[in-house]
């Protein structure tokens, strides 16, 4: 018999692995932490209340500098004398300035890369903000500190630079070879008495992602055209091998008990995935909608299906879900000039057609986009691209943020090596060093999803490590960076 240890599936279990890991001095991650939101936020939520946030997972680590550009003419010089070749032409930028309602100190401006015009108006309406220089903290760290020996007082993310190392942190907490995320830990919390809930909470639309894998919870994947059907034995499918004798033998060896604990494990899982499928396949219902999505760009066919199951969220009985969506190519440590301006565009493009289908629906407000990827990259040039980095600017777009707005602290332009204060916020090459960590990040959007205050410690434990503190570094760290309503 299959038995499961109650104490495993707690809140308090939950918490204590969660305290485990800040414990043990790893930045916590960004995607997975709101899925572990979901099961606070759910509990919280009113009766008919209902949100969703969506990762926008961007995999090879986006080049920071070429997506938001440094647009007043003293950033401008800087950033092109630096990057050379692979800098954007200012006269190109015109079109995609960004103009906050609220200037940024010292005569700060920025543009986004010229493919971008559909991020430009959503910034424009007030749909979308942006998250400076974030990334990857343990607590907060000044170049100094991380060029010296106290490990013990100043801890850094393990295995900085390292993309699977990096894709992994984000979403597990842990480098490369991590099995089990908080998303997953989520699903094991839920799966008692709520198996149909939990299990539609956390869907990814981008194949397997280790924030969703848990103990005993399953993440439910969905392709671009709908749920992965077992052929031999749903429902949807006639018959197998053009036999219908045939398919009901595969349903009726899938249906019976077995007496080896794995051959009934494997049966029950089995059977959850066809009941599931055909639930997806009723919620989706047909590809119809408002908005014509970009063709040809995968993001948009994802983000479609996002909307689908977003549009069938009652049939599914959920009141809280976080999506992963992803896109990869932007490792480019070549071709950067010519490779990333299509990369913008397709994000760009992907993201707005989201957006408008939430306006249409009439929930804009009840789901929030937001990137994320590997890490920044290089400000310095390697001739025709851009090398590992670690902070990176982020984009937030719904209806409930607040957007026209720039928050957290704009970086300097600069890949110098002195004691000077433009060069304490890299480290090195114009890596830049963040001065937001993913966890105020994520705690913003948790506060918005529903997850009370008491619950955000717990469910982000290195979050203490940012409460509202000026650090001798002049930088604040805010527990809530105030971009969401």
Known sequence: ???????????????????????????????????????A??????????????????????DYANTLVNFDTDSYTKYSTIRGAISLPYASLAGTELKPAVSLA????????????????????????????????????????????????????????S????????????PEGSTIGWGGNLGDLMLNG????????????????????????????VG????????????????????????????????????????NEYNKVTLRAVEAEGKITSAIQSDDLDVSFPINNNLAAQLKMVARLIRGRASLGVK??????????????????????????????????FQLQMKNSGIDDKVTAFTASDFGRTLSSNGNGSDHGWGSHHFVVGGAVKGNAFYGTPPPVSVGNTSADDDQWHVGQGRLLPTTSVDQYAATLAKWFGVPDSDLNGILPNLKNFNNITAPSGITYLRDMGFMA
Not at 120 to 145: I, Y
Not at 163 to 174: A, F, L, R
Request: aromatic fraction near 8%; charged fraction near 15%; include cysteine.
């Open 1 to 39: 018999m299959h038995l499961i240890d109650p104490a495993r599936h707690t809140r308090r279990a939950f918490l204590r692995r969660s305290g485990q890991l800040a414990m043990a001095g790893t930045a916590l991650p960004f995607a997975l932490n709101l899925a572990a939101m979901g099961e």
């Open 41 to 62: 936020a759910a509990q919280a939520a009113p009766g008919d209340d209902y949100k969703a946030l969506v990762c926008v997972f961007l995999f090879g680590g986006n």
């Open 106 to 161: 010292n005569g700060r401006k920025y543009a986004l890369n010229p493919a971008m015009s559909g991020l430009t108006t959503l910034f424009d309406q007030g749909k979308m903000a942006v998250q400076l220089n974030v990334g990857p903290l343990v607590k907060p760290l000044t170049r100094a500190q991380f060029n010296g020996t106290n490990r013990k007082d100043f801890p850094i993310p393990p295995k900085l630079f």
């Open 163 to 174: 993309h699977n190392d990096q894709q992994s942190i984000w979403q597990s907490s842990s």
């Open 194 to 221: 709520q198996r149909n809930a939990s299990l539609f909470t956390c869907i990814s639309v981008a194949g397997n992602a280790v924030f969703l894998s848990g103990d005993e919870a399953l993440q439910y994947q």
């Open 224 to 263: 671009t055209g709908g749920a992965v059907r077992i052929n031999s034995v749903s429902p949807a499918t006639g018959s197998v091998y053009g036999s219908s004798a045939v398919k009901a033998a595969m349903q009726q060896i899938a249906q019976q008990a077995r007496g080896h604990t794995l051959e």
């Open 320 to 353: 809280r879900q976080v999506f992963f969506v992803s896109m990869g190519g932007y490792d480019l440590h070549d071709d950067l000039d010519t490779k990333q301006g299509p990369l913008m565009q397709r994000l760009s493009e992907a993201m707005s057609a």
